[in-house]
């Protein structure tokens, strides 16, 4: 009985372990596939609906990021400056920021096939860069380039490139800029600007 | 008074309008050249904010209507097929500045892309080469400058071109010396080439148009920012050294 339960602790145990462990670019790939199979499954998100989309989003992709590493990358030095309250504001806000611009490209690559380059890594890594390229026709492959930190338990997203370019890194001196205007709090509230201003809009 | 008088004078009333316009554009620009942020890869931020506004004014009332009604007109094929065209008369200058770049492989790539695609893709307009597995590279006179050494300079925005920088500017002036339909001699064909071209250009960017309103608290800065990491990142054909954070 004793030899059993130790089997069957040791068997948790492993699937624990297999859940954590599975390799960055396995979880880009696997988080890839799942989401542009639920999108080209539903004929809502196709159409558009931002509900399921959003849906779709929050619960696929961004268990997978680290929302206050992005927000950090994003305000570069200038955010040394923030209290940890305003901290919480900041990354809400930067975080419903990105949702909202990039949930609705999403149905735009459906359809397009995505190649995942060749991925090394050494055991002791603990920030790894994920390559793939989205082919498309008549032109360069885009290339999407994932960083990737070790976090306990498995990896977690703090930077996407798009074509060489930062989707984090990009807000930095516009950031820094709204903080050299009106401090913290004024950046807080260019960004809560933003965010209602595309809510309000009407969806096309 | 001929009907080509007049037009002749309309067309002389435009174009010292046109400079009216620049003058004072170009010297608000100056006035307001204090108004920097201080961005050390922007110097004259002031001058290409105006210019910005310039360009975004031009795209808003002419280029942008025009690209839309040529997207919604057009079936798919036919648009791939234009763009196709111009990237194939494009990929003979791409050959040639990956061998300026040291890159004879990637040149001779670029080459049986031009040749596969002039016959079997019929002129152009089909891309069989990629395929056949011949991928299609981004090259241009700014970027083999940079892969000689030369530094950004100062970024700048150019009227009617856009971003640059002052590296990239003197690569576009070579750019624009060898591309095959600028120098088209017969001027009418020339002429509505670059149009066409400009338009289904801009027809393919459209898509980007709503992530980067959605995305941007500052379009002048997110669109410079991002057009200085791409510059980079093509330079180092996609493989960059990471900057500091």
């Known amino acids: 009985m004793k030899y059993l339960l130790g089997l069957l602790a040791a068997c948790l145990f492993s699937v624990a372990a297999m859940a954590s462990d599975v390799a960055p670019d396995v979880l880009v790939k696997n988080v890839t596939s799942e989401v542009l199979d639920a999108v080209r499954k539903d004929k809502d998100i196709q159409n558009g609906n931002s509900r399921k989309t959003l849906e779709l989003v929050e619960t696929k992709i961004l268990p997978h990021f680290n929302f206050q590493r992005m927000t950090q990358l994003a305000l570069g030095r200038e955010g040394r ?32 096939e995505i190649v995942f380059k060749p991925f090394r890594m050494a055991a002791t890594d603990t920030d790894v860069r994920v390559r793939t390229e989205v082919k498309q026709s008549g032109g360069k492959p885009v290339q999407i380039d994932y960083y990737l930190e070790k976090a306990n338990p498995g990896w977690k997203v703090y930077d996407i490139e798009v074509a060489g370019v930062s989707l984090v890194t990009n807000y930095r001196s516009s950031f820094t800029q709204e903080i050299q205007k009106g401090g913290i709090d004024g950046l807080i509230r260019s960004l809560q600007a933003k965010n209602k201003s595309g809510a309000s809009s009407p969806a096309k | 008074m001929t009907i080509g008088k007049v037009q002749l004078m309309k067309s002389q009333k435009n174009a010292s309008r046109f400079k009216e316009t620049l003058l004072v554009l170009t010297l608000s620009a100056l006035l307001s050249g204090c108004a920097t942020s201080g961005n050390p890869k922007d110097p004259i931020e002031g001058f290409n904010r105006a210019m910005f506004a310039f360009n975004e004014g031009l795209d808003t009332v002419l280029i942008k209507p025009v690209a839309q009604g040529y997207d919604a007109v057009l079936p798919a094929p036919v648009r791939t ?9 494009a990929d003979l200058f791409i050959g040639v500045n990956n061998l300026l770049q040291g890159k004879p492989d990637q040149a001779f790539s670029d080459l ?6 002039s016959t079997i893709g019929i002129l152009g307009l089909f891309d069989v080469a990629t395929e056949a597995g011949l991928e299609k590279h981004e090259e241009d006179f700014g970027q083999t400058f940079g892969r000689w050494g030369a530094g950004d300079g100062a970024y700048v925005v150019i009227p009617v071109f856009g971003p640059r920088t002052v590296r990239d500017t003197v690569g576009l002036v070579l750019d624009v010396a060898t591309d095959p339909v600028a120098n088209v001699s017969d001027v ?27 995305a941007a608290l500052d379009k002048y800065a997110y669109v410079r920012d991002g057009y200085l990491q791409r510059r980079r990142n093509l330079i180092h054909d996609g493989n960059p050294p990471r900057e500091l954070d």
């Open chain 2, 188 to 214: 009418p064909t020339r002429n509505s080439l670059t149009a066409l071209r400009l338009i289904d250009t801009r027809a393919d960017l459209l898509p980007a148009d709503k992530v980067i309103e959605e």
């Open chain 2, 112 to 117: 049986g892309r031009v040749v596969i695609n």
């Open chain 1, 81 to 112: 400056q923030a209290t940890p309250d305003q901290m919480k504001v900041l990354v809400d806000e930067f975080r419903n920021l990105l949702v909202r611009t990039y949930s609705k490209a999403l149905t735009e690559y459906r359809d397009q």
């Open chain 2, 81 to 89: 097929g234009v763009t196709n065209f111009f990237g194939n008369i």
